[in-house]
Nanobody, 128 residues
Framework: QVQLVESGGGLVQAGDSLSLSCAIS????????MAWFRQAAGKEREFVAQ????????YYADSMKGRFTISRDNAKTTMYLQVNTLKPEDTAVYYC?????????????????????WGPGTQVTVSS
């Protein structure tokens, strides 16, 4: 049973930085990639970034390049998202997700339906 749990969210000021974590437990040896998504109130869930399970390939949504950094620890127990220079429009619930090798049709996957496993999310609120 796979479990993903996000942490690190909270209320921050515009211009601050924040590091989100996603703790991974259970069977992960069949993971192909993990990703961060976010969902603002009243909006669809939005892709932020993906990292392949071997840690070699990173991919960012165009709008996220520059301020967002995705990473995974070598022990494969935690994934991170560093966000710098936060803006009020970054306010959202941030989710981590994973997809298995059985679901891979392409190396890059940016839509929520391509990911099988999800955490409950962590709220990030950026005040101006």
């Amino acid at each position: 049973q796979v479990q993903l749990v996000e942490s690190g969210g909270g209320l921050v000021q515009a211009g601050d930085s924040l590091s989100l974590s996603c703790a991974i437990s259970g069977r992960s040896d069949n993971f192909y990639a993990m990703a961060w998504f976010r969902q603002a109130a009243g909006k669809e869930r939005e892709f932020v970034a993906q990292v392949t399970w071997n840690g070699l390939n990173l991919y960012y949504a165009d709008s996220m390049k520059g301020r967002f950094t995705i990473s995974r620890d070598n022990a494969k127990t935690t994934m991170y998202l560093q966000v710098n220079t936060l803006k009020p429009e970054d306010t959202a619930v941030y989710y981590c997700a994973a997809r298995s090798v059985q679901r891979v049709t392409s190396m890059i996957a940016t839509t929520p339906d391509t990911y099988e496993y999800w955490g409950p999310g962590t709220q990030v609120t950026v005040s101006s």
